[in-house]
């Protein structure tokens, strides 16, 4: 299958910080892009859906101002956590998707932490 | 919105056969799916059911869909412990482009 590389896979910041997330289709074109969050033993919940050259969709609930979402070519997408808090602390998933597949092609998951 | 649940957790015995079951309230999915996540790591998708079957196997997996109940099942045959994970059901919708909606999680536990 197709590979997605999602970098950092781990990540610690201070209160107050930004940090960014870098979510690759390594051998594919994506036209779009997906963000999910995922609590400790909980169900992945999907923050935005990102298309390239566009801006992104949020999900209710989900503060555009504090996630921003970058996609800004065919192979990347970022994801940017402004001013972190310890309850951002999280593990966030992306998945790739050309449109035209049965399956999106998920990253190995960024674990962030707030300290 | 779309609620999907699956049970907290299953444990079962090495060489037995898990069922892990789904339920789910949109009738309007397109696929659903079968993922694996292994402790902190992403995502390994498993199989997949197009919404207008009832059944498909993929060597030790087999799905099975009820559309009427609204209830997806994935049963592993010859559990082995590196089976130990928990498995998620997901489904996508037309026009969503493979966005997903996850259920709650399944831990399965594989025992000696």
């Known amino acids: 299958g197709a590979v997605v590389s999602q970098h950092p896979s781990r990540v610690i910041c201070k209160s107050g910080t930004s940090v960014k997330i870098e979510c690759r289709s390594l051998?594919?074109?994506?036209?779009?892009m997906f963000w999910y969050r995922q609590f400790p033993k909980q169900s992945l919940m999907l923050m935005a859906t990102s298309n390239e050259g566009s801006k992104a969709t949020y999900e209710q609930g989900v503060e555009k101002d504090k996630f921003l979402i970058n996609h800004a070519s065919l192979t990347l997408s970022t994801l940017t956590v402004t001013s972190a808090h310890p309850e951002d602390s999280s593990f966030y998933i992306c998945s790739a998707s050309t449109g035209r597949d049965t399956e999106a092609f998920f990253g190995q998951g960024t674990r962030l932490t707030v300290v | 919105g779309e609620d999907v649940e699956q049970s907290l957790f299953l444990s079962v015995r090495e060489g037995d056969s898990s069922v892990i079951n789904c339920t789910y309230t949109d009738s309007s999915s397109t696929y659903l799916y079968w993922y694996k996540q292994e402790p902190g790591a992403g995502l390994q998708l498993l199989t997949y059911i197009f919404s207008n079957m009832d059944m498909k196997q993929d060597q030790r997996l087999t799905v099975l869909l009820n559309k009427k109940d609204k209830h997806l099942s994935l049963r592993i045959a010859d559990t082995q412990t590196g089976d130990s994970a928990i498995y998620f059901c997901a489904e996508s919708f037309t026009g969503g482009g493979n966005k997903l909606t996850f259920g709650t999680g399944t831990q399965l536990k594989v025992e000696l």
């Open positions: 051998d594919f074109q994506a036209t779009t």
